[in-house]
């Protein structure tokens, strides 16, 4: 895996109105292996998961996003897509659903860009509408 600079743009939005964003710049690793591409980075405090390793897996429009550490969680985004997860909160764990709205991958191989946006729902309940947007930039 080559090295980057991994820079995150995370928005959180809810029905009443409390938003929230998250920009946080780290070092990390990104790769293409076969028709994979993989970025890997930690987490910050910045986050409220530190300590945690947070990894994607992009395959054409399919992606993987994996949390190991003291949360572990695995969500899968395919646009127009409902996946399942079981999210661990710390305290324990909860099913949620992932439904992806737009998925746009400019990848290469130095690195590039991707966007997500999806929300979450419990029980059928919206728990919140999100987007991330991952710039990723390999050290020469």
């Given at each position: 895996m080559d090295e980057a600079i991994i820079t995150?743009?995370?928005e959180q939005l809810f029905d009443d109105g409390n938003n929230d964003s998250i920009k946080f710049v780290t070092s990390g690793e990104f790769s293409k292996i076969d028709s994979h591409y993989y970025i890997?980075?930690?987490e910050s405090q910045i986050t409220g998961l530190e300590g945690v390793i947070t990894s994607l897996d992009i395959e054409n429009s399919r992606i993987v996003l994996t949390r190991k550490g003291s949360v572990n969680h695995e969500m899968v985004f395919q646009k127009g897509e409902r996946?399942?997860?079981m999210y661990d909160t710390g305290?324990?764990?909860i099913t949620?659903?992932?439904s992806t709205i737009d998925i746009d991958l400019?990848?290469?191989e130095n690195g590039g860009s991707l966007y997500i946006e999806y929300t979450l729902d419990m029980s059928s309940a919206l728990l919140s509408r999100n987007r991330i947007n991952i710039?990723?930039?390999t050290k020469e």
């Open positions: 995150i743009n995370s890997c980075y930690n996946n399942h997860c305290e324990g764990y949620i659903c992932v400019k990848l290469g710039l990723i930039e």
